[in-house]
Structures are given as structure tokens and as C-alpha cells.
Nanobody
């Protein structure tokens, strides 16, 4: 199972970016999917999550500015980020709880994509 995130870049404060994450491999079902980030000198934090039936949760710092969505059929997940702030700078990575045929569900992580918010 592989998770691949893309869409990062450099944006000015107040700008927007859309991140995407695609899962591939022999997958029976994907349960919860998550976006995480790690800013400079900070620990990794959970930014947003979405369950298999579409229930979303957000970190307080991004609520109202970020929107997480998924396409279960395509095994993809997006993060629309609006009104970006310098403190949103970091490496954004996606993770997912995946059920593979013949295996117990477990979390998989993808490599991150860098988001830089700077004027």
C-alpha cells in the first residue's frame, strides 16, 4: 500500500492551496483518512480527519479555513486550504487506516508535501 501526497508549494498569506492524497495497492477498504503536518521545530500534529462515512474533524487552528474531503471509490483525499497563514507552513503528509485482504487493519503513511506560507 502506498500513499502519495501532492499539491504543496509556496503561497502568500491569505492565499489558498489544495493538497491531494492518493492510495494505491491491494486495498480492501480504507477507513479513516487523515492529514497531518509538521512545522519547523514542531512535533507532527493532526490537521484534519475524515471517516469512511464522511464525518470530518479539524484541529482548532484550521477550523473554518481548511476543508477535508475524500472520494472512496477513487481512494483519494483532498485538503482545501484557504486563508493560509505563516504558521500553516510545514510538511503535510497523509495517513490512512487500511484493510488489506488477509490482514488486520493498520495505519499507512505517505511522504509529505511542503507548504510554505510567506510574503
Amino acid at each position: 500500500v502506498q500513499l502519495q501526497a501532492c499539491g504543496g508549494g509556496v503561497v502568500q498569506p491569505g492565499g489558498s492551496l489544495r493538497l491531494s492524497c492518493a492510495a494505491s495497492g491491494r486495498i480492501f477498504r480504507i477507513n479513516e483518512m487523515r492529514w497531518n503536518r509538521q512545522g519547523p521545530g514542531n512535533q507532527r500534529e493532526l490537521v484534519a480527519s475524515i471517516s469512511s462515512d464522511g464525518v470530518t474533524k479539524y484541529a482548532a487552528s484550521v477550523k473554518g479555513r481548511f476543508t477535508i474531503s475524500r472520494d472512496s471509490a477513487q481512494k483519494t483525499m483532498d485538503l482545501q486550504m484557504n486563508d493560509l497563514r505563516p504558521e500553516d507552513t510545514g510538511v503535510y503528509s497523509c495517513s490512512a487506516d487500511v484493510l488489506r485482504p488477509g490482514y488486520s487493519p493498520r495505519a499507512y503513511w505517505g511522504q509529505g508535501t511542503l507548504v510554505t506560507v510567506s510574503s
